[in-house]
């Protein structure tokens, strides 16, 4: 199974985060799932204790990382060539860094989401 990341699709940010990380992060088997339309997928995710809309996830085979912790993982695994995802994968890899800064990605989220009239849970949509 591929490296793998699940984000919320309604999410700009978190869209936009996800195409970059495929394209240009130097992950070439990366895969990227939007959470927030792929019903199946989420219901699987929540069934083992993954909410999405507590945060991103990142899956590699029986691995699953949440939140911050994902992100942390996949910056620090990314080789990006975008200046954007040069500035994120110096921010997040830091586990500790990125732990601190990621109650504010979620703040952002919220907000984005509310602005677009999307719930911040998909699955009260």
Known sequence: MALTLVYDGGCPFCRHFAHRSELMGGLPDLVIRDGRSDHALRAELRNRGFNLSNGAVLMDEDQIWHGSEAISRL?????????????????FSNSGRANRLYPGLLLARQIALKMRGLPVNPDQA
Not at 75 to 91: A, F, K, M
């Open 75 to 91: 910056c620090q695994q990314l080789s990006p060539s975008d200046p954007l995802l040069l500035l994120l994968n110096g921010l």
